[in-house]
């Protein structure tokens, strides 16, 4: 049970970190208070929507980025997406990178608009990196037979 | 949950904290859910179901441009809210809202609009279009639970035979086609019939997607403000 305890330390002051860091905000909370018995992979199933939802957009913008004639409507509006799914879990990071692109997509910078990109796609695989640790976590601490701490 | 997000899941009355929504246990709460976001969809589902509510799929399926021939599929279907997202591809929740209230079946049904965007001039058209509520994204629980009060509230005062709860599809008087029943036992699944709507497809795929040229939902300046709704509509 020692090895329990130790890793639901670990995940408690993983999550912390996550948080202080600004990587995730309120809304992944929400959607943990979410989870129970009856639903005991919430989190996961939409945090896994999340990077499918997100990976298709990153190709679109990249696509539509490659184009001779950029359409900024459309660049838009495949940003505003990825805003509006990286808010629903809590993603702050990728949220505020979004928020940085539709405005360049508004002044219609395509320097700065093939930045953002590049900037979305390192916070996106970075709190991607973050999430699958801290879900690996959580199912070492079910397979040792313990319970996820609520914080 | 189907691929074109249908889910319903029966209510067991007794578990609902707080309220005691009528004697008869198979009355049962349906809200039909817009969203063209997978995430959003999921999330809202999850929301709603925790406070016992059912949650439908999408509602483009039926509100197609043919209403009188829509109208048949829906016997049986009860619909007390529908929620819906302001931004999608094809028509806004705007849109949506004045079809639904333009349609005399659909017309007494409360909706309630949801954007991540807080613009001030956006939630009071909506409101004026007769929305019950303006709900600022991501949603949160709190956000539902609110909904949730006025929805009991309406179903209550329908309850003491106060005229009937003007929610329910079946009142004939507003129908132009046969009757439908609605308490009776409820659909698990949504009839399958194929969409008449041009509006064929919810799903955020790119091929099936308008992008308008004055995109409705293109950048314009948001409000600082923290308040996630500015106004709620009372029931009488």
């Known amino acids: 049970m020692d090895n329990v305890i130790q890793l639901q330390k670990k995940l408690v002051d993983y999550k912390t970190s996550l948080f202080n860091e600004g990587i995730l905000d309120d809304q992944f909370t929400q959607l943990q208070q979410l989870q129970d018995e009856s639903n005991p992979d919430f989190v996961v199933e939409v945090v896994s929507l999340f990077f499918k939802d997100s990976e298709r957009l990153f190709d679109e913008l990249t696509k539509t980025l490659d184009q001779q004639n950029i359409d900024f409507n459309r660049l838009d509006a495949h940003v505003h997406q990825l805003k509006g799914s990286s808010s ?15 405005n360049y997509c508004e002044g219609r910078n395509i320097e700065e608009c093939l930045k953002c ?6 916070e996106y695989y970075f709190v991607k990196n973050k999430l699958e640790t801290l879900f690996k976590l959580e ?7 313990g319970t996820i701490p609520v914080q | 949950m189907t691929s074109n997000g249908v889910a319903s899941w029966r209510r067991i009355s007794d578990r609902i904290d707080g309220f005691d929504l009528s004697p008869s246990d198979s009355e049962e709460v ?3 859910a817009v969203d063209d976001s997978f995430v959003d969809r999921k999330v809202i589902e999850r929301l ?11 509602l483009f399926q039926f509100l197609g441009l043919d209403e009188e021939k829509n109208a048949n599929s829906f016997d049986g279907l009860k619909v007390d809210l529908i929620i819906t997202d302001y931004c999608m591809p094809g028509m806004t929740g705007y849109e949506l809202l004045k079809k639904i209230k333009e349609s005399s079946t659909f017309r007494e049904i409360p909706v309630v609009i949801m954007s991540s965007e807080n613009i001030l001039a956006r ?15 991501p949603v949160k629980l709190s956000d539902v639970r609110r909904i949730k009060d006025y929805m009991t509230k309406d179903v209550k005062l329908g309850n003491e035979g106060s005229g009937g ?8 008087s507003d129908l132009s086609s046969s009757p439908p029943s609605t308490l009776s036992s409820l659909p698990s699944s949504l009839p399958s019939s194929p969409p008449s709507s041009p509006l064929q497809s919810m799903s955020p795929s790119p091929s099936q997607s308008i992008f308008s040229s004055s995109a409705p939902c293109s950048p314009s300046s948001t409000f600082d403000s923290p308040t996630r709704r500015l106004k709620m509509t009372l029931f009488d």
Request: aromatic residues 4%; charged residues 30%; contains cysteine.
């Open chain 1, 88 to 102: 629903s879990i809590g993603a702050q990071r990728v949220q505020r990178v979004c928020i940085l692109f539709r």
């Open chain 1, 117 to 122: 990109l590049q900037q979305l796609k390192r």
């Open chain 1, 139 to 145: 199912k070492q601490i079910m397979e040792a037979g």
């Open chain 2, 30 to 32: 349906h809200v039909l």
């Open chain 2, 48 to 58: 709603l179901t925790s406070l016992q509510l059912i949650v439908d799929g999408e």
């Open chain 2, 123 to 137: 939630i009071d058209r909506c409101l004026e279009e007769g929305a019950e509520d303006f709900i600022v994204k």
């Open chain 2, 165 to 172: 709860n003007k929610r329910k599809i079946r009142e004939t």
